[in-house]
């Protein structure tokens, strides 16, 4: 069933009840907590509905748990009105409670396994992998979708060494399921990402922390439909 509305929506499942889902654009928005404290509620569900933006996931490894669902369940509301699919980082338990679309799970959390058995097997899963030997273990196991990277240095994530496109680009020969290229990706190189055969990316900053967030956003999935 989930092969099927995989292939039907062109990269995702959509949550039981809900109307269609899955955007055929490549951009993924990740919501790292610290820069979400600089946008109201607001602010943030504007940026989020944007219809270049075709999935979003909320991020927040510094938070109780508690205070991450409360905010988990106001996007999750606010984006069950429309195409982008959410996804809630690390915390399986609070992608359930939220009704959200499914979870993201770094190499060092929870296996895909368990996280299968907490969601069911209409959810989303997503894994975060750092070379081609993680990344074919995680579509042999069953991912949805994986994170490469960080393919360039970032500051989101400065205890991880940047891979390069090299091997990012790797995974397009072996990979069948849709793979993110992640890692301070912005205008200023996403030539050389298309270039490299890599047409869905996930970024923060290069939109989070633009002046014009859904301008931003509008420029780089110009970028990627032209690739």
């Given at each position: 069933m989930?092969?099927?509305?995989?292939?039907?929506s062109r990269l995702y499942p959509v949550r039981s009840g809900?109307?269609?889902?899955?955007?055929?654009n490549g951009i993924y928005l990740i919501l790292d907590r610290p820069i979400l404290k600089r946008f109201s509620l607001e602010d943030v569900f504007s940026i989020i509905s944007s219809r270049y933006i075709g999935l979003v996931q909320l991020r927040d490894k510094?938070?109780?748990?508690?205070?991450?669902?409360?905010?988990a369940i106001k996007l999750s509301k606010r984006l069950s009105r429309t195409k982008t699919l959410f996804i809630i980082?690390?915390?399986?338990d609070v992608a359930l409670a939220s009704l959200a679309?499914?979870?993201?799970?770094?190499?060092?959390?929870l296996s895909l396994r368990a996280a299968r058995k907490i969601l069911g097997k209409d959810k989303i899963i997503g894994i975060s992998c750092h070379n081609l030997s993680q990344a074919l273990k995680a579509q042999k196991e069953g991912?949805?979708?994986i994170g490469i990277g960080p393919v360039y240095e970032t500051s989101t994530k400065p205890e991880c060494s940047a891979i390069g496109l090299k091997a990012a680009a790797e995974l397009k020969a072996k990979i069948k399921i849709p793979y993110f290229a992640i890692g301070n990706i912005c205008e200023a190189n996403i030539d050389e990402i298309t270039a490299a055969g890599i047409r869905r990316i996930a970024v923060c900053?290069?939109?989070l922390g633009a002046g014009n967030p859904q301008e931003a956003a509008k420029r780089l999935y110009k970028k990627l439909r032209k690739s």
């Open positions: 989930r092969k099927n509305l995989l292939k039907k809900a109307p269609r889902r899955g955007a055929s510094k938070s109780p748990k508690s205070k991450v669902l409360d905010l980082n690390d915390y399986a679309d499914g979870v993201h799970l770094g190499q060092d959390d991912a949805d979708y900053r290069a939109i």
